[in-house]
């Protein structure tokens, strides 16, 4: 060995004690070169790994507004006292956390007349799994209180006040079924899950636009890092990225409109539910969709008492149900103008030709007679225009035999029967518009004759939702054209950006022709205008209104209850409103639903509210 | 004359071994103060200051040792053994408790620990008793005996405190000075392999504490919260130093309270300057020592007579084994014990005993035969 050397000549022991020195120095040297230089990242990674955490910071939902600017659904903020576990003191093995945290609970309380809902395990829990961040005490404060604990803020220690989104939706239950409400989000992306230390979750969309757009409106969380001392304290920040506020969503509704709307369908003493949604038929826009009874999705934000929420949950007439897209019903007479196309351009039926209505008829080997909704005598002599004037189900039946169920269901798929809609929210039903077929595969039955008139008059299996029969009063609206609704009309990122506008798109188009089209518009017409149209309670002065009326019988456990519809449109000669009004348990759509329809329409009119622009291209 | 005879002496100094010592001192000021420091806005405790009056104290040590012939010193080796074995034994009766071992005398924070001038005594006890022996009688069993029995009193001692790292330093000490006084290979092979069979009783009697950390040393990971925790730390801090380190007063694993805070400047010194400065850093550090090791190496070499070879032997000795065990112990290469780092750990005792051993060996030198 060379650094032994020098040594031998004198003493060849120390020559060997000279070896051991440097070889154990050497080996010290090339040991911290491997830890330090071969392996130093390792426990960089270690080193960060123990001392930097990430906080998620969770982002403010993106607003919804209507057509015309009005904000539907914004955040307010919400004050919460919080306390920071990690700063109520030094906690050694003998002090328990739980014991300090009730001390300066228990202060925090008696200074401002609060009682303290969390309980130890609350603690202990937050204290093991998210030291460093604050822990809610209480959320959404009242001003009072906020004032009081400013005053002593100084007295109570690792107490704060911050200050949090909260979702708040400023007309109330107003179009609440379209908005949606938002809660915890439920699921949490694992990966996401794995790269916070500490995930503060967001809110998500349950419901309507809310949900169904809850990607843009959401917005990205953020994330602090901060570093921590060994029993978790928070030392220092490191670093910060803001949360990206959410994306806004315009919506095609009219506030002013929703709100006719729902105050129209208040009106009407509900025993069940009801559904109302407005269309503008040279497009689809959607200008307001209603369903009762409603809910305030502002109950869905923290600090509201859990039984008002578990009232609206457990209330037996569903007010959580959209029913304008979540419930299908039979069509009932508003079938009716299908069936009389269906005739018309198979032509085995003439607009002049007269049938007698007795008030009942025999169809088939049917034992018993099929009734019209008016008993004998019955209506008498009508033509076509009179039978859609007056609903007569006899005309209808016979009218539907002629004509056969193929062409019957050929024209109603036309007009979007059996077919979803294409609408953003929900589930989208397509309805169902039975067949001889279908019946056979369904209910494993031949097709009687007795289907055959059941369908023409919008009963049998025919079942379809009040946003699909709006959609086809908008059809007839605009003489055959099959707009698909639509509610969101922009999407815009918060530096203004347009990041979606829908373009008002065609599903489909009525293959009949255009005078067959125009003489079921003008027997809608007469139903309303007429004075003794089914639906003339929808009429408007100075407006010019087409519809139909609907009844369908429908069994309950309780009984026979009558889901009465109206459909129709204005102004006749160049639509600009399509509704379609339902009333889940009514006297008839003629007595019930039109009177609804009326006051819509009025309101909408005399207000000029209707959607100003002649077609699509402009409707903005 | 007798200051002339001190302005010789001063010539003929080995000014490098004085120059790695002030070096490794001033780190000793700068790495205490960081080892202290524990974030802006924060009381730095005066530990720094205080090492600074221990090297001032230990530089009028330093000057007594190098000027007074070690001849001289060494006739007295009895009484300073005795009054090593004095201290210790009053250390047990009436010394104060420090993290669970009692080896204090004084007030804590400026009072003593005796075993640290026992180390010494021991190195001036043996090398004196060996140097009376003639090469026939050491090479006969009786010279080894009377070694081991003046090591054995002072370790038994020191054990009794307990404190393990510093009684089985002494060990290597003596087995040190045997060997280079030309005891038999045959007879000092035959004392380890004895011992080693006395080890596995030994092992019944250490503390619990004493206990896991050894079994820690062999699976740092076993309990990585308890006993395993500042050898993790530690390895953290040394590691995520890398090549260049984090920088003075950076190091997040000291400053953040990960490397224990109460021990840090004493014996895990090592980890802040490693982190800080990272591989540099450290290479530096062993650089240092390397320097005082050769040096003493050399002065041993070429020591005037075999008392003066003997002495600077066991100077080295200890000092490379404290260096060994302590760098070790921060990165697992060796148990976690307390022994501090010559001269950078904190500690007035261990300063002042070093200062005294380097001046030892200045003495060594400036009397060595110069042909």
Redesign the interface.
Known sequence: MIISAPFRDRNPRLAVIATIVGVGLLLLLTDLFRVQVVHGSRYDSREEAQSLRRIRIPSARGEIIDRNGVVLANNRPSYDIVIYLDQLGRISKKTDIVKIAEVNLATLSAALHLPVTLSDRDVRIHYQRRRPIPMPVWKDLHPDIIAAFAERADSLPGADLIVTPVRQYPHGALAAHVLGYVGHAEQTDEEELEHFYYYQPDSAGKQGVERAYDEFLRGAAGGRTIRVNPSGVNVGEVGERKAAVGDRVTLTLDTRIQKIVEDSLARVSLKAGAAAVVLDPRSGEVLAMASAPTFDPNIFNPGVSKEKVNAIFTDGRSPMLNRAIGSRYAPGSTFKPVTLLAGLETGVINPHDTVVCAGEMKIGTWPRPFRCWLKPPGHGALDAMGAIRESCDVWFYQAGLKTGADAITKYATELGFGLPTGFELGRDLAGLVPTPTWKRVQKGERWWDGDTAQLAIGQSFLLATPLQMACVAATWANRGTRWQPFIVKRIENPSGEVLHEQQPEVRGRLSASPQNIDFVRQAMLGAIQAPDGTGRLAAVRGLTVAGKTGTAEFDTREGRINRVWFIGFAPFDDPKVALAVLIEDGVSGGHTAAPVAGQILAGIFQKNLEPVGGVATDAD | MQIKRHIDALTRMDWLLFGAMVALAAGSVAFVYSASYH?PGQPVPNYYKLQMVWFAAGLALYAAATLIDYRVICQWAAVWYAMALGLLVVVLLVGNRVHGSKSWLGFAGLGIQPAEFAKLAVIVAIAYYLFHRTPEMRRRWPTVWGSLALVSAPVVLILAQPDLGSAIVLIPICF?LM??S?VRGRHLVIVIVLGLAVMPSAWFKLKEYQKSRLTVFLDPNKDPLGAGWNLNQS?????????TGKGYLQG??NL???LPRTVTPNDFLFSVI?EEK??VG??CV?GL??VL??SG??I???ARDRLG?LLA?GV??ML?FH??IN??MT?G?MPITGLPLPLLSYGGSFVLASMTALGLLQNVWIHRRVY
Not at chain 2, 235 to 243: E, F, H, P, Q
């Open positions: 974030g040190g060997f280079v030309g390895l953290i801090a040394v590691g995520s130093g890398g090549l997040t694993q953040l309270g990960y490693a990272g591989f450290s290479a062993v020592y390397a090791l050769f190496l050399r041993a070499a070429h070879m032997t080295v000795a490379f260096v060994f760098v070790g990165i290469l």
